[in-house]
């Protein structure tokens, strides 16, 4: 009896949570026009905010009114935008401290506008969002928000945006090291050895190679055809992030806290799957193979229906009302009859 009351309170929780997934993407399909200008404006603003989180320098980028009205500007402007400003404030941040060094940034920001461009993967506002969930304390759940919910070619705007993060990085604890005094020649190889220095950073390059496979494998398990091959990719993305980031930590190419690296990663599986569940909750149990033909091929199709919430009771008409009341009085006068 005990565990009949239980799958009855399971079944009605996930019919509440079914009904509220469907009041939430109503509301979204009626208001959409507004609400994703809000949103981007929202996360331009904690873009904006983790540039200066991370860099610390001051000027531009610790200025709240400024970065409140360039929030305001891409209620307006396309995704793209948001990159690009979170670029101009860095480059305004590092003129105050080097100029050289800010030189410098321009042309590694150009180059990273032009991977961008030539993999035509779209979707330049990760670059601004991994670097932000890096600050966030959940840089893991990036890979999976792509293969899940984004192209092939996200893969692009993903490594791109990690590289960001660590470039970022290196400026706020570099920039101050070059001063105008030392001789150009000096100058020059001071900066050549500061930059080779970060470009040959193990670590970062296993985190993007790590970051790109796990997108890689999500997005190709998600793509199959099997039950449940959403939350297969979840968990086999996430698997090779673990073993990779632990090998890394191994070699000591990255230094992690091992219980800070976990409680990210299980934050970051659980919110996956909460959004699968939200966005792509398919009902197995009820798909069906269907097959048809045309003029020149053979279609075999496995379909698999969205899970949508029980469809309510219809209320009876006052029509129906009126019958069930009269064929009840008939049936008193009957017995009173008999």
């Avoid at 506008?113 to 670097?131: K, M, N």
């Avoid at 590289?163 to 100058?187: D, H, I, Q, W």
């Avoid at 299980?266 to 003029?295: I, K, M, Q």
């Avoid at 075999?300 to 009085?329: G, H, I, L, N, Q």
Wanted: hydrophobic share 55%.
């Amino acid at each position: 009896m005990l565990r009949g009351d239980e799958a009855w309170d399971e079944r009605w929780r996930m019919t509440e949570f079914l009904l509220f997934r469907e009041r939430v993407q109503d509301f979204y399909q009626k208001q959409d026009y507004w609400l994703l200008p809000l949103f981007r404006a929202f996360f331009a603003a904690l873009s904006f905010f983790s540039v200066n989180a991370v860099f610390g320098h001051g000027g531009a980028s610790g200025n709240p009114l400024l970065l409140l009205l360039l929030s305001g500007l891409c209620f307006f402007l396309p995704w793209g935008a948001v990159p690009l400003f979170a670029g101009a404030l860095i480059l305004a941040d590092l003129y105050r401290v080097s100029l050289f060094f800010m030189l410098a940034a321009a042309f590694v920001f150009l180059m990273i506008l032009l991977f961008q461009t030539a993999f035509r993967g779209g979707h330049a506002e990760l670059i601004a969002l991994v670097p932000l969930l890096f600050v966030l304390k959940i840089p893991y759940l990036a890979p999976a928000l792509c293969g899940l919910f984004f192209g092939l070619m996200s893969f692009a705007p993903l490594a791109l945006g990690t590289f960001s993060y660590y470039f970022l990085r290196f400026l706020a604890a570099n920039a101050g090291k070059v001063t105008l005094e030392s001789e150009p020649e000096k100058l020059v190889n001071q900066m050549a050895e500061i930059f080779l220095g970060f470009f040959e950073d193990r670590g970062m390059l296993l985190m993007i190679f790590s970051m790109v496979i796990a997108m890689l494998l999500i997005y190709t398990i998600r793509n199959m055809s099997f039950r449940n091959s959403w939350y297969t990719a979840v968990g086999a993305g996430f698997s090779a992030l673990l073993l990779f980031v632990f090998a890394g930590s191994r070699k000591g190419l990255i230094s992690i806290s091992a219980p800070g690296f976990l409680l990210s990663l299980l934050f970051s599986v659980a919110l996956s799957c909460f959004l699968t569940l939200f966005f792509h909750d398919a009902d197995f149990r009820a798909a069906e193979r269907l097959s048809f033909e045309d003029d020149e091929y053979f279609y075999y199709v496995k379909a698999v229906p969205k899970r949508r919430p029980p469809a309510p009771f219809p209320s009876p008409s006052k029509e129906e009302e009126r019958e069930d009341e009269d064929e009840e009085e008939e049936e008193k006068g009957a017995e009173i009859v008999g």
